[in-house]
């Protein structure tokens, strides 16, 4: 069975530092990636998605930034953090089959910036 | 651009009352159209999904939804709520057979025993 690992689970990073937050992925072949940032009163943003490797879609413009290195890991990173970056991020992978596309979701990365 | 709409950001119900949370759509073409359910504590679990034929859909726990195509919507329904179903609840929508899956802002439900 296919699972998703995405770490680390917590962080607290200052103002100005960099992040990098990894996600892979087990179980199954090329999927698709994606990482969304969920906050309060405000559901799941879409940040990056990707359908191989180093293809990157990015749907909202901001300080942050994505790659995928290999088939089944997705990075998301940042040169220097903002304090609004400060949330839950997650990741996660779906398949394109004959019944369409189904996203499963890893456990998520809570950031804060101070 | 596709959107979801969740008209209701927070439900408060009693046990055994009836339950509907509504869920629209932006899109004009082949859609498919999904249920997340995030219990507190918990990672994001999918409830149930629609991608063609019977427009009422079954999910787990018994819950239900209904696309209706005319009306842009996939509410979704429970007709005896318990107050394990204390939950926040997202819908999403994906564009065809596109990549991107788009989810709404959340409805929270609390449910008093």
């Known amino acids: 069975s296919q699972t998703i690992h995405q770490w680390p689970a917590t962080l607290v990073q200052p103002v100005g530092s960099p992040l990098s937050l990894e996600c892979t992925v087990e179980?199954?072949?090329?999927?698709?990636l994606y990482w969304y940032r969920q906050a309060a009163g405000r559901g799941l943003q879409l940040l990056f998605y990707?359908?191989?490797?180093?293809?990157i879609s990015s749907e909202v413009p901001q300080n942050l930034s994505a790659s995928r290195p290999q088939d089944r890991q997705f990075i998301l990173s940042s040169k220097k953090l903002l304090l609004s970056d400060s949330g839950f991020y997650l990741c996660?992978?779906?398949?394109?089959?004959?019944?369409?596309?189904?996203?499963?979701f890893g456990e998520g990365s809570w950031l804060t910036v101070v | 651009a596709q959107s979801v709409s969740q008209h209701n950001h927070h439900v408060i119900l009693s046990e055994a009352a009836s339950l509907e949370l509504g869920c629209n759509y932006s899109y004009g073409g082949t859609v498919n159209l999904f249920w997340y359910v995030q219990y507190p504590g918990q990672h994001l679990q999918l409830l149930l999904k629609?991608?063609?034929?019977?427009?009422l859909v079954k999910g787990i726990k018994g819950f239900e939804a209904e696309f209706i195509k005319s009306k842009f919507s996939f509410n979704l329904r429970k007709p005896s709520v318990q107050w394990s179903d204390t939950a926040e609840y997202f819908c999403?929508?994906?564009?065809?057979?596109?990549?991107?899956?788009?989810f709404g802002k959340g409805t929270r439900l609390h449910i008093l025993p």
């Open positions: 179980g199954t072949s090329n999927p698709n």
């Open positions: 999403a929508v994906n564009e065809g057979r596109d990549d991107k899956i788009i």
């Open positions: 629609y991608f063609s034929g019977d427009p």
């Open positions: 996660a992978w779906s398949i394109l089959t004959g019944d369409g596309n189904t996203i499963y």
């Open positions: 990707s359908v191989g490797i180093g293809q």
